[in-house]
């Protein structure tokens, strides 16, 4: 069974930075690609980055290139979201998530709720 177990997230000042984990089991997390996604309050999904399974090449949404960075560690089954230069509108809760062809969500996590507010 894929499990993805998230820690991290809370209340920071805009301009501030978060580091997210999300730590994988039930499946062979070195062989797939990885996915972060949030939903703010009153919007839909929205995609925020991906890693290719050994890290190689990463994507981002144009809203958070600059300031959010993907990586993994695959002896760790670890996916990882650090986040910097926080903006309000980054406040959602943040889910890892593995996303098979077609966007298919297989796992994903228990989310967690990152505020940024002054």
């Known amino acids: 069974q894929v499990q993805l177990v998230q820690s991290g997230g809370g209340l920071v000042q805009p301009g501030g930075s978060l580091k997210l984990s999300c730590t994988a089991s039930?499946?062979?997390?070195?062989?797939?690609?990885m996915n972060w996604v949030r939903q703010a309050a009153g919007k839909g999904i929205e995609w925020v980055s991906s890693?290719?399974?050994?890290?190689?090449?990463?994507a981002y949404a144009n809203s958070v290139k600059g300031g959010f960075t993907i990586s993994r560690d695959n002896l760790k089954n670890t996916l990882y979201l650090q986040m910097n230069s926080l903006k309000v509108e980054d406040t959602a809760p943040y889910y890892c998530?593995?996303?098979?062809?077609?966007?298919?969500?297989?796992?994903w996590g228990q989310g967690t709720q990152v505020f940024v507010s002054s």
């Open positions: 998530a593995r996303l098979d062809p077609g966007w298919v969500p297989v796992g």
């Open positions: 890693i290719e399974s050994h890290g190689a090449n990463t």
């Open positions: 039930g499946f062979a997390f070195n062989t797939y690609g």
